[in-house]
């Protein structure tokens, strides 16, 4: 008999439902919280009305940084495979703090990880303080969260004790600045970078190396392999072909491997070219955000007659907005003259997609286009 989802909003999300999708008992998917264009969005990937694919336990939905978002398929198999190699790696079972959207992969898989270890989960609600949450932990058990890096600078910034709290703090979702790194370390912060996205069932690579089982190679942008892997898209076989094939799954990252330490150096589709140079626009970010006026940045390319594609730079200031040509020289000594913004707009603050990741194009729409 075939299946079908029965999709859940993130709100109504429990434990069981998803105890009851990694014993092979009810396809779980999860529609994300916020105004009923995104839940209806994500309602039109899933298509509940449609039988789902063989060997699918759970369907979870991307946050389309780089266009319309897809529906993951993932087995059971894998999200348990995530999960068990993942605390392998860190220190064993433990008390997770829950500071993420379920909806996405890396919130699913705090309550995975908790779930399989039969270990409570602590919800962080709201503008809740973190110490707060963190109060509510078993204190004689291993204590987790996971982060993405917007909250890991918020919580340095007001609550540092509080993440000395945890046994490890994972960072994922973005490009990680290895200042706020090295800040957090300093801090006594026990900070472990994570590498990975819904088709690898989360994060799989963990401060450059890989988990247990996991296979990482570089051609033309990286590529993984592994027990983790997702079996496809949700109806729609000509991208699972395009992107899974012979057992490797193509990211569209760009990146590095050196000494089987893999270096990511941010989206291929991101990557914008001026005046034939290719410019990383997360090594600029990381370049702004080092500013002492600058509390936040996202970088994106424009259209341009004489360079093809300008780099323009929105940003949050921390104070008064400094001149371009201050942003500019300052990036320039960082990474040199291409990679300087050649268009710099004050926004309130960083938009972002569901997951947490910074999303650009709505960055762009909140800039002018000159």
């Known amino acids: 008999m075939a299946a079908y989802l029965s999709p859940v909003a993130a709100a109504d999300l429990s434990t069981d439902h998803l105890r009851a999708a990694l014993d092979g008992e009810r396809p779980l998917a999860v529609l994300p919280a916020g105004p009923p264009a995104v839940v209806d969005a994500a309602r039109a990937v899933l298509r509940p009305e449609e039988p789902l694919e063989p060997g699918a336990d759970l369907v979870v939905v991307t946050s389309g940084s780089t266009g319309g978002g897809r529906g993951v398929l993932l ?27 379920v909806s996405a992969i890396a919130g699913l898989q705090v309550l995975a990880r908790a779930a399989l270890a039969d270990r409570p989960v602590a919800r962080l609600a709201g503008d809740e303080p973190l110490a707060a949450a963190v109060a509510r932990m078993p204190g004689d058990d291993r204590r987790y969260t996971s982060l993405v890096p917007t909250q890991l600078r918020r919580f340095l910034d007001t609550e540092p004790d509080a993440l000395r709290a945890f046994d490890a703090v994972l960072v994922g979702g973005a490009a990680t600045d290895p200042a706020l790194l090295d800040r957090a370390r300093a801090e006594g912060v026990r900070v472990v970078t994570t590498y990975g996205m819904t088709e690898t069932a989360g994060g799989c690579i963990y401060d450059g190396e890989p988990l247990r089982g996991v296979d990482v190679r570089v051609a033309d942008g990286i590529e993984l392999a592994g027990p983790v892997l997702a079996r496809g898209y949700r109806l729609d076989p000509a991208a699972t072909e395009e992107a899974f094939a012979g057992g490797w799954f193509r990211t569209r990252d760009a990146g590095t491997l050196t000494d089987g330490r893999l270096t990511v150096l941010g989206r291929l589709d991101d990557v914008v070219i001026s005046g034939g140079v290719n410019v990383a626009p997360a090594a600029v970010e990381a370049a702004l955000r080092e500013h002492p006026a600058v509390a936040d940045a996202v970088v994106f390319g424009r259209p341009d007659p004489e360079w093809g594609q300008r780099v323009v730079a929105a940003v949050v200031p921390s104070g008064p907005l400094p001149e371009l040509h201050e942003l500019r020289a300052w990036v320039t000594e960082r990474l040199g003259a291409p990679s300087a913004p050649r268009a710099v707009h004050p926004i309130p603050a960083v938009p972002t997609l569901h997951t947490g990741k910074p999303d650009r194009r709505a960055a762009a729409a909140l800039t002018p286009e000159v």
């Not at 348990?80 to 860190?90: G, K, V």
């Open 75 to 101: 087995s059971a198999d894998a999200v348990r495979a995530s999960a068990t190699a993942t605390l392998q790696r860190i220190g064993g079972p433990g008390s997770w703090l829950l500071a993420l959207p």
